[in-house]
C-alpha cells in the first residue's frame, strides 16, 4: 500500500471535476482522474501533475464501475471519493438559454426518458460508484466522500415564493440533486458510526460545459467547497450540505 493518500474524483476530464483533481493533488494527493473516455481522461492527468493517473469510469456503466477493482491492486488505498459526474440533460441546449430550457422539463412536460438518464448519472451512479469503493473506503484511516450537489435541488429554498430561481425547479436536473441530498444524508447516517464522513456541496453557478458556459464563477470558485469537505479533520461534521458561504438548507 502506498504512503500517500489517494483520491478518486468522477468526471474529473473536464469543468469542476479537473479543478477539484488539481486542487487535490496541490494538498498531496495521488488522484484518480475519472473519465467515461480514457483518452480525454488521461489528457486531463497530465493537466494534474506528475502523480495522476486517469481511470476510465463511466457511472452508468456496472463494467466500468467493476475495472476499478485494480485501485486496490495498483495503490492499496482510497482515503477520498468525489462523486462529482453528473448531466444536466442528454441534448445538447443548441443556443437555448437555460431559462429556455427550464420550461422544456417541468412536472408538466418532462420527458420520462430523459428523467431516467439524467437521474440515472446523477443519483444512481453515485450510489453505484460509492457501493464499490466503501470496500477500500472502510479500511482509509479517515475516509471522506463528497457528493457535488447543487442548491437548485434544496426544497426549502425552493419552497421559498421569494425565490427567483424556483421556476427553474424541475423534475429532471434539480430533481436528481434533492435526491442526491437524501442519499447523501443516508449515507452519512449510515457511515457515521465508522467516522467516514459524507457531505454534499453546491458548487455554485460555475462557467463549465454543463450550462454551455452561461455560468457566472470560475471552477476555482466552484471546486472550492468540495476540496474543503475532502479535507475535513476528524472535528469536521457530516450529513451536511454547504456552499463556499456557509450551509444550505436541504
Ligand atoms: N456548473 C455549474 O454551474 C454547477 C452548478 C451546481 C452544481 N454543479 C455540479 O458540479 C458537478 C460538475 O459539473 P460541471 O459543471 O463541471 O460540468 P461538466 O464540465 O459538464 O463536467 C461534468 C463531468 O461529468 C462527466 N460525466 C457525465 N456523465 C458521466 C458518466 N456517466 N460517467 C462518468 N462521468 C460522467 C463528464 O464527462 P464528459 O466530459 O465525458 O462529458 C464531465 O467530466 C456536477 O455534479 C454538477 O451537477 C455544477
Do not use: C
Not at 28 to 41: A, D, K, M, Y
Not at 216 to 234: I, K, Y
Not at 236 to 249: A, K, L
Request: proline residues 5%; glycine residues 8%.
Amino acid at each position: 500500500m502506498q504512503d500517500r493518500l489517494v483520491a478518486l474524483v468522477t468526471g474529473a476530464n473536464q469543468g469542476i471535476g479537473l479543478q477539484i483533481a488539481k486542487d487535490l493533488a496541490a494538498q498531496g494527493f495521488t488522484v484518480l482522474v475519472g473519465s467515461r473516455n480514457l483518452e480525454r481522461g488521461e489528457a486531463a492527468a497530465k493537466q494534474v501533475g506528475p502523480d495522476a493517473r486517469a481511470i476510465q469510469l463511466d457511472v452508468t456503466d456496472e463494467n466500468s464501475i467493476a475495472a476499478t477493482k485494480r485501485i486496490r491492486s495498483e495503490l492499496g488505498r482510497l482515503d477520498v471519493l468525489v462523486n462529482n459526474a453528473a448531466i444536466s440533460n442528454t441534448t445538447k441546449l443548441s443556443g437555448q438559454s437555460v431559462t429556455e430550457y427550464a420550461k422544456t422539463v417541468r412536472p408538466s412536460n418532462a420527458s420520462l426518458d430523459e428523467m431516467r438518464a439524467v437521474w440515472d448519472t446523477n443519483v444512481f451512479g453515485v450510489i453505484a460508484v460509492t457501493q464499490a469503493m466503501l470496500p477500500l473506503l472502510r479500511e482509509a484511516p479517515a475516509a471522506r466522500i463528497v457528493n457535488v450537489s447543487s442548491s437548485s435541488g434544496s426544497l426549502t429554498m425552493n419552497s421559498d415564493p421569494a425565490n427567483p430561481h424556483r421556476a427553474m425547479f424541475g423534475p429532471v436536473y434539480p430533481a436528481s440533486k434533492t435526491a442526491l441530498n437524501a442519499v447523501t444524508l443516508a449515507m452519512a447516517i449510515e457511515l457515521e458510526s465508522e467516522a467516514i464522513k459524507v457531505n454534499a456541496v453546491s458548487p455554485g453557478f460555475t462557467r463549465t460545459n454543463l450550462n454551455n458556459y452561461q455560468g457566472t464563477e470560475t471552477v476555482e470558485e466552484g471546486a472550492r467547497e468540495a476540496v474543503r469537505v475532502a479535507l475535513l479533520g476528524p472535528d469536521g461534521p457530516t450529513g451536511t450540505f454547504s456552499n463556499t458561504s456557509g450551509v444550505i438548507p436541504w
